[in-house]
C-alpha cells in the first residue's frame, strides 16, 4: 500500500501560515510523486491551559481550510470536538479526524461517520491497539464508508508518552490504514508550565521505527518556525525538514 502523509500546522494561526505551508506541500507533493494532506485545526478544544490559543473557531477556520483547498487543489484534515461540527467540517474537509481523547464518544463517531467522509480516529492515550476495533466499529455501523486508525503513544502520567509500536500491527488487524503520529508522539502533556511540552528531535525516529512495524502513512506537524508556533510548538517539524524526512521513509 501506498504510504499517505498528513502535514500541518497544529492550530489555524493566520493565513499567511496556512500558505506557506501548502505551497511547500504542494511542491512536495509534485517532486515525489506522493499524497500529502493538510491538516490544521480551526480549534484546539483540549489545551492545557485556558489561557491557550485556540484558533480562530469554526466558521472563520473552515473557511480558511476551503481557501487552501481551492487555491492549492490539497486534500484536507482536520479535528472535531463535538457532534455539532462535524456536517459542517465535512461540507469542507476531505478526513475528519477524532482526537484520541475522545474516541470513545459515540456521539461524535457516528455524526462523523454520518458525513461520509473519510474518518481518522486517534488511538486514545489509554487504550491498546486492539481496543480500537469498537470505535471502528461505532463509525462503520454509523456508515462510515473508510476508517484510519492512528498511534500518538500511551500516557502514564507523569508528564511523559510511551509508545508500544506493536499497537500499528495490532490495529492493522482492524483497518488496512495505520498511521503514526509521529509529532504528538514526542509530547511530553503538561510539562511546559501550562503548556505542553515536547522533543521534536525524536521525531524522525519515530517515523522510522513505525515503517519498521508496518505503518501505512504519517502524520506530522509542521511549522516555518516552530518555536514561535502557538500550539505544540515544541513538538512541531521544522518545515524545510519535512522533505528530507518523507525520503528517508520512502528509501
Not at 494561526?13 to 506557506?20: C, F, G
Not at 487543489?73 to 482536520?78: A, E, N, P, S, V
Not at 490504514?177 to 521534536?200: E, F, K, L, W, Y
Request: neutral net charge; hydrophobic residues 40%; contains cysteine.
Amino acid at each position: 500500500m501506498q504510504p499517505i502523509f498528513i502535514a500541518g500546522p497544529c492550530v489555524i494561526e493566520s493565513q499567511e501560515l496556512l500558505d506557506t505551508v501548502a505551497e511547500e506541500l504542494c511542491r512536495l507533493n509534485q517532486k515525489l510523486g506522493i499524497d500529502i494532506i493538510f491538516k490544521s485545526s480551526f480549534d484546539k478544544a483540549n489545551r492545557t491551559s485556558i489561557r491557550s490559543f485556540r484558533g480562530p473557531g469554526l466558521e472563520i477556520g473552515l473557511q480558511m481550510l476551503a481557501d487552501v483547498k481551492s487555491r492549492y487543489g490539497l486534500r484536507i484534515l482536520t479535528d472535531v470536538h463535538e457532534s455539532h461540527q462535524a456536517e459542517a467540517a465535512g461540507a469542507v474537509c476531505d478526513v475528519l479526524q477524532i482526537p484520541a481523547f475522545l474516541c470513545r464518544q459515540t456521539d461524535l463517531l457516528v455524526a462523523a461517520a454520518k458525513t461520509g467522509k473519510t474518518v481518522n480516529i486517534k488511538k486514545a492515550q489509554f487504550l491498546s491497539g486492539a481496543d480500537m476495533r469498537y470505535p471502528v466499529e461505532k463509525a462503520k455501523d454509523a456508515g462510515a464508508k473508510e476508517v484510519w486508525l492512528t498511534e500518538r503513544g500511551n500516557c502514564f502520567g507523569y508528564n511523559n508518552l510511551v509508545v508500544d509500536f506493536r499497537n500499528i500491527p495490532d490495529m492493522l488487524e482492524i483497518v488496512p490504514r495505520v498511521i503514526m503520529d509521529c509529532t504528538h508522539s514526542v509530547q511530553r502533556p503538561g510539562a511546559g508550565n501550562g503548556t505542553t511540552a515536547g522533543d521534536r528531535r525524536f521525531v524522525p525516529s519515530m517515523a522510522l521505527a513505525a515503517k519498521a512495524f508496518g505503518a501505512t502513512g504519517y502524520f506530522f506537524e509542521v511549522h516555518p518556525n516552530p518555536d514561535k508556533g502557538l500550539s505544540d510548538g515544541p513538538n512541531m517539524l521544522q518545515l524545510n525538514q519535512l522533505e528530507q524526512l518523507i525520503t528517508q521513509i520512502l528509501s
